[in-house]
């Protein structure tokens, strides 16, 4: 089972962060007060308009409205694990899972816990030690079969597999039946092998153990030579595709949440960013919760994903109309 940090994630996360990543709008009504919409599926009062109260001072929040209260056995509000639940309709452990994974807080276990799982998501942090990095791979993956037809299901030519050193793994090991993805810090240093499962396993992606994600940005040490403007995509078939696209000025963040580590490394070496997230809700969310940190740091430019559809789902054409080459 993952490790879940309650205390860090709710010191790492404030209840406004969390309304972002809702999409929620909220009003300032003094320094410490913030005001608006219940957001919660359970309010159903019509009369209890501006009804939700965050204190950003205490990171609490409360709905007195009847429907909001009842849901709750009687409870007004909460902190962010609350509000995540209530949102989510799930457990107080599966709303800091999710906040872990949207947000890159540290998941630490305590000295007597054994971690498992190296799912997509609770080993990322937010609060990075500077200078911190991910260990070089003291080895490269031989039998590696960059002919397999699950590539050429997933539009990947021969080119593009050969580029970006894919291929479906035949050795033994962890790795064993998986389409094996090489993943390289920002000096072109081989850091980790990622595993997809052909088809639907699960989970989406494999990272090895005490790998960090969010330490890197994929094909970021080949991108940076392209340009100044960077498109951004959330996974690894979706940079890959466009990139195929004629866009090779293009990273992926690995998930749909952005460290503070990746923040600074787009900021290092791009001037333009081009959020291309997928366009389902929470890819949607997400766009405006990155866009909303990096607007202050380099210029961003959101494109509208078709609805529910996935980069790496569009043709090369449909990439082209929403990332202008004139950009770069």
Known sequence: MPWVDFKAVKQ???????????GVMVRRIDNCYLRGRCPLPTHASKRSNQSFIVNTEKNVWACHSDSCVASRGGCAGGNVLDLVAAMESCSLRNAALKLQ????????????????????????SASITPGESNKPVAFT?????????????????????????????????CMEGRIVIPIHNEDGVLVAYAGSSP????????????????????????????????VVVEVFFD???????????????????????????????????????????????ASE???????????????ATPPNVQPDEMSADQIHCLCDPDFF
């Open 239 to 285: 940079c890959i595709k466009v990139h195929q696209a004629g866009f090779p000025c293009v990273v992926a963040l690995m998930g749909s949440s952005l460290s503070q580590r990746q923040e600074n490394l787009l900021q290092k070496h791009f001037r333009e960013v081009i959020l291309m997230l997928d366009g389902d809700k929470p890819g949607r969310r």
């Open 199 to 230: 088809g639907h396993g699960e989970p989406k992606y494999w990272f090895p153990t005490g790998f960090r994600k969010s330490l890197v940005l994929f094909n970021l040490h080949r991108a940076a030579d392209h340009g100044r403007t960077v």
């Open 289 to 303: 919760t990155i866009a909303a940190r990096l607007v202050t740091r380099v210029s961003v430019r959101v494109v």
């Open 12 to 22: 790492a996360i404030s209840i406004k962060m969390a309304l972002a990543h809702y």
């Open 101 to 124: 994974d949207w947000f890159a807080v540290t998941a630490t276990p305590s000295p007597k816990e054994h971690v498992v799982s190296a799912a997509d998501g609770p080993h990322l």
């Open 141 to 173: 993956l031989r039998g590696i079969d960059q002919r397999h037809p699950y590539l050429a299901e997933r539009g990947v030519d021969l080119k593009s597999v050969a580029h970006f050193g894919i291929g479906f793994y035949t050795g033994k090991g």
